[in-house]
């Protein structure tokens, strides 16, 4: 079946730097379009990133310039990596598959002032 299980949220200073990861089975990775979402308490699901399959990405205005979504399709795994973060970035980030919108259990990205 299909499962994707991110990974690498934690608690990290403002200005700090996190790397997400999601692994991806049970589908042809590399034929997916994949994206990444969040969600901070209180408020809807917001999208943050997408990466297509031949690479190309797209980004939320919030987050243009800080965060940079790539992929291993050597690995079935799509990253995150998060520069510059600001307490505003606290959230739970989920990844997805843009096709099927099949979803990941998300990671917790805490953000300190």
């Known amino acids: 079946q299909v499962q994707l299980v991110e990974s690498g949220g934690g608690l990290v200073q403002a200005g700090g730097s996190l790397k997400l990861s999601c692994a991806a089975s049970?589908?042809?990775?590399?034929?997916?379009?994949m994206g990444w979402y969040r969600q901070a308490p209180g408020k809807q699901r917001e999208w943050v990133a997408h990466i297509g399959i031949f690479r190309t990405t797209s980004y939320a205005d919030s987050v243009k310039g800080r965060f940079t979504i790539s992929r291993d399709n050597a690995k079935n795994t799509v990253y995150l990596q998060m520069n510059s973060l600001k307490p505003e970035d606290t959230a739970v980030y989920y990844c997805m598959t843009v096709q099927d919108n099949y979803w990941g259990q998300g990671t917790q990205v805490t953000v300190s002032s």
């Open positions: 049970g589908f042809s990775f590399s034929s997916y379009a």
